[in-house]
């Protein structure tokens, strides 16, 4: 089966390596101006089936997934420039959020779509660490401005939920929605026999 992943995302296409799925990379041009929804995982999952539906060919799997970092009210998407960056990190600190991320699955005329949702503990940090982690460059195209996989790490103090949900494709979430569609992920994987 053809695997079309909706996402420019290193890390996505990382993880789906990881897992042997074999997979090509479509990259969507849709409007993530969704103001309409405020419920965060509405959101995200709006987003992931916006990504999905945009690609769509007879026959692929395609994959599409939407991340946002939620701390109390405040949605953090990915941070424009080092201002915002030192922003979010400051309202992350010493606190815990949550990391949502929508799954949409299209195959032919069928989509499912699901979420994943991990709480994360942040220590203090101090302003010295949000300039120093700014200045790594990995803030950048990261939802909440940090990357657990990375340097980002070193602020958490633990997590409840998926850890591949922070890094941003939630396998057991992904998983769940393949089998709904009546797939299991080794249908996907390439044949190493």
């Given at each position: 089966m053809r695997v079309t992943l909706a996402s420019s995302s290193?890390?996505?296409?990382?993880?789906l390596r990881q897992v042997g799925v074999p997979f090509e990379v479509f990259v969507p041009s849709i409007s993530e101006d969704c103001s309409h929804l405020v419920d965060a995982r509405k959101k995200v999952?709006?987003?992931?089936?916006e990504k999905a539906r945009s690609c769509r060919t007879s026959g692929s799997l395609v994959i599409g997934m939407d991340t946002i970092v939620v701390a109390g009210k405040t949605k953090l998407g990915k941070p424009a420039d080092s201002s915002e960056a030192a922003?979010?990190?400051g309202l992350l600190s010493?606190?815990?959020h949550s990391v949502i991320t929508g799954v949409a699955l299209a195959i032919d005329n069928r989509m499912v779509m699901d979420s994943e949702r991990t709480r994360v503990y942040f220590r203090k940090l101090?302003?010295?660490?949000?300039q120093w982690y700014i200045q790594t460059g990995?803030?950048?195209?990261?939802a909440g401005a940090y990357a657990i996989q990375g340097f980002g790490s070193l602020f958490v103090n633990?997590?409840?939920?998926?850890?591949?949900?922070?890094?941003?494709?939630?396998l057991g979430c992904f998983q769940r929605a393949l089998e709904k569609l009546g797939f299991q992920i080794f249908d996907l994987m390439e044949d190493r026999s």
């Amino acid at each position: 089966m053809r695997v079309t992943l909706a996402s420019s995302s290193p890390r996505r296409q990382e993880i789906l390596r990881q897992v042997g799925v074999p997979f090509e990379v479509f990259v969507p041009s849709i409007s993530e101006d969704c103001s309409h929804l405020v419920d965060a995982r509405k959101k995200v999952m709006y987003l992931a089936g916006e990504k999905a539906r945009s690609c769509r060919t007879s026959g692929s799997l395609v994959i599409g997934m939407d991340t946002i970092v939620v701390a109390g009210k405040t949605k953090l998407g990915k941070p424009a420039d080092s201002s915002e960056a030192a922003e979010m990190l400051g309202l992350l600190s010493n606190r815990t959020h949550s990391v949502i991320t929508g799954v949409a699955l299209a195959i032919d005329n069928r989509m499912v779509m699901d979420s994943e949702r991990t709480r994360v503990y942040f220590r203090k940090l101090t302003a010295a660490e949000i300039q120093w982690y700014i200045q790594t460059g990995e803030p950048f195209d990261k939802a909440g401005a940090y990357a657990i996989q990375g340097f980002g790490s070193l602020f958490v103090n633990r997590i409840e939920g998926c850890y591949y949900n922070v890094v941003g494709f939630p396998l057991g979430c992904f998983q769940r929605a393949l089998e709904k569609l009546g797939f299991q992920i080794f249908d996907l994987m390439e044949d190493r026999s």
